[in-house]
């Protein structure tokens, strides 16, 4: 039987807390404490001890812990599972500091009594990092979850009860990750968790119903669309089963099946989608989700080029809802996108006022959706040049973000795009940090191969070019041409431009031969896209011919073609 360390054991319920955080501003604060030293690594749960038939390794008299003696099983078996049922019931009371300190308390008389690698076990540290995430300790709850989903692990072979306790491991697991910014590692732990529940659940029950949605949900939001599609499509079969297809438990399901479909630019379908959930709104008689609802369709209808149809929603809209209401603002945010399309800026400029002043007189019971608009609102004065207007309402959101808990895709988008525009107007030193900090979020909440991640390489690389950093330069492109072209494809012009900058750095370094290589990879990939690129492939193979020339020392040889030539030195 594998068992814990008696010394670790003994550190779990005896030292103080070394790593407490206080939790972040604006979340619950809980008494400042003691608390006992949460979890442990599984590496430190000891190997089964020797059978008879087997030749006995000697180990460190620290290292080993006893079996229990035959009579002190009776006793501490149901002492801690007392202890471990009491924390249950503590942390379903909402008690969570108790429910820590019981499912603690019980880690020791568990592992004597089942041994280290056991399901009780599991559960005991389960319920102490759900305690420690209710609490905001989130390295802790961290470290508790991680170490009960591998004892889980091990102890998959052994039935329902195994399943059903890693599928509650794993969820718990999820929502500490995606607490901490990384939701792109939740979605495994998710995923892994409705399958697990596939092996105790019945194909159309309830929860497993529920489950499907939550999982396409979170596949939505890392932007895997085409992930979420069929378990939506799974969860919507079971759920107008239970209540109905005219209910909002429905609706809820169609609006995240109508997302997936826009994200895979199945426009038509969303927009059926859209159609049937007004119907449900409008029975149910939800003023405000049809008014938001109606904003949805009015863009499908964009992108579909029907604005007149964008027009006629937007005016229900605006002809339902208060003067002061954020739907109206959001319907006027839209409405402006439908102008500046239309070149009528200063019609555009005054929807965008209107809206303003009313996002910025409310306190939004949805900061996803409040964060949505303002950056609508400042790509939209991007569009329209206002580069001043667009970074000031930037910043303004970025600093409204974060304050709210959970909001790390929005905060790494908007830092993304906050970078760019500061380098595009000339301030790479403060576009370096913001473009630093999108890659973070970016990368953990959508994976390393999301094209925004790199689309902010890439911006990384042009300040290095600006900051004469040209080797971070080169790795930054480099980084960035790996993720563009698996997103986009090699024929692709944000793919090829990728290239042409990796090759314009190696010439600004004087690494002619490198600079050629990527050079030649250009022009092959213009080649590639046929006649219709025929201007590009000439300057190509211009600048390559420019390129050869700066090789062989000649001063008036211009590569990039961005910079100028050497001037000749003035002779008397």
């Known amino acids: ?37 949460l979890p442990f690594s599984t590496g430190a749960l000891t190997t089964p001890l020797p059978t008879s038939d087997a030749a006995p390794t000697a180990q460190p008299a620290a290292l080993t812990t006893p079996p229990p003696t035959p009579n002190a099983a009776p006793t501490s078996q149901p002492t801690a599972l007392a202890s471990l049922e009491a924390a249950e019931r503590q942390e379903a009371s909402g008690d969570h500091q108790e429910a820590l300190d019981l499912a603690l308390k019980a880690l020791g008389p568990l592992q004597e009594s089942h041994g280290g690698w056991s399901l009780p076990v599991a ?5 102490a990092g759900a305690a420690a995430f209710r609490l905001n300790l989130l390295n ?44 792109w590692d939740a979605v495994a732990d998710l995923r892994r968790a409705l399958e697990l529940k596939g092996r105790f659940l019945e194909g159309g029950s309830a929860e497993l119903g529920d489950a499907c949605k939550d999982v396409a949900e979170a596949y939505v939001g890392v932007l895997c669309f085409d992930k979420a599609l069929p378990l939506c499509l799974k969860a919507l079969e079971i759920t107008v089963k239970r209540f109905g297809d005219g209910s909002a438990e429905v609706a809820k399901v169609r609006q995240i099946l109508m997302v997936a479909y826009t994200g895979l630019g199945r426009n038509e379908e969303a927009l059926e989608q859209n159609k049937l959930l007004r119907m449900v709104y409008e029975g149910l008689g939800m003023d405000v ?41 959001l319907a006027f945010v839209t409405m402006a996108k439908i102008l500046c399309s239309q070149e009528r800026l200063s019609d555009s400029r005054r929807c965008l006022e209107i809206a303003r002043e009313t996002l910025d007189s409310k306190r939004s019971a ?15 004065y991007e569009s329209m040049t206002e580069f001043e207007m667009s970074l000031c309402l930037m910043k303004k959101t970025l600093a409204f973000l974060e304050r709210v808990s959970g909001m790390q895709p929005f905060q790494g988008s908007i830092s993304a795009r ?65 993720i563009i072209t698996a997103a986009f ?84």
């Open 140 to 183: 802790d709850s961290l470290d508790s979850l991680e170490a009960a989903a591998e004892i889980v692990d091990s102890l998959l072979g052994g039935g329902a009860e195994a399943a059903t306790v890693g599928a509650a491991v794993l969820e718990q697991l999820a929502r500490t990750k995606t607490a901490m910014g990384r939701r």
């Open 366 to 380: 949805n900061p996803e959706r409040t964060a949505g608009a303002y950056t609508e609102i400042s790509m939209l």
């Open 1 to 37: 039987m594998r068992r814990l360390h008696r010394s670790l054991l003994a550190a779990a319920l005896s030292k103080p807390l070394n790593r407490y955080r206080p939790p972040p501003p604006l979340l619950h604060r809980t008494p400042l404490r003691p608390y006992q030293s």
């Open 289 to 329: 989700e049809l008014s938001l609802v109606e904003i949805d369709g009015a863009g499908l209808s964009i992108l579909l080029g029907r604005t007149e149809d964008a027009m006629n929603d937007l005016k229900k809209v605006m002809n339902r809802a208060s003067k002061d209401s954020e739907e109206r603002a």
């Open 123 to 127: 559960r005991a540290l389960r319920l």
């Open 489 to 572: 494809g090699p024929k692709h012009e944000d793919s090829i431009e990728i290239l042409q900058l990796i090759a314009n750095a190696y010439g600004l370094m004087g690494s002619y031969k490198h600079a050629e290589d990527y050079q030649l990879r250009v022009i092959a990939a213009y080649e590639s896209c046929g006649p219709d690129m025929s201007y590009e492939q000439r300057e190509a193979r211009r600048l390559l011919e420019q390129l050869r020339r700066k090789a062989e020392g000649s001063p008036h040889a211009v590569f990039p073609a961005n910079s100028l030539p050497v001037l000749p030195q003035n002779r008397e």
């Open 418 to 482: 906050l970078g760019w525009l500061l380098l595009l107007t000339k301030r790479v030193d403060e576009a370096v940090p913001l473009l630093e900090k999108a890659v973070e979020k970016l990368k953990n909440c959508f994976g390393p191969l999301h094209f925004g991640l790199g689309f902010a390489y890439k911006h990384l690389g042009e300040a290095n070019i600006e900051l004469n950093q040209l080797e971070a330069a080169v790795k930054f492109f480099v980084l960035a041409s790996d």
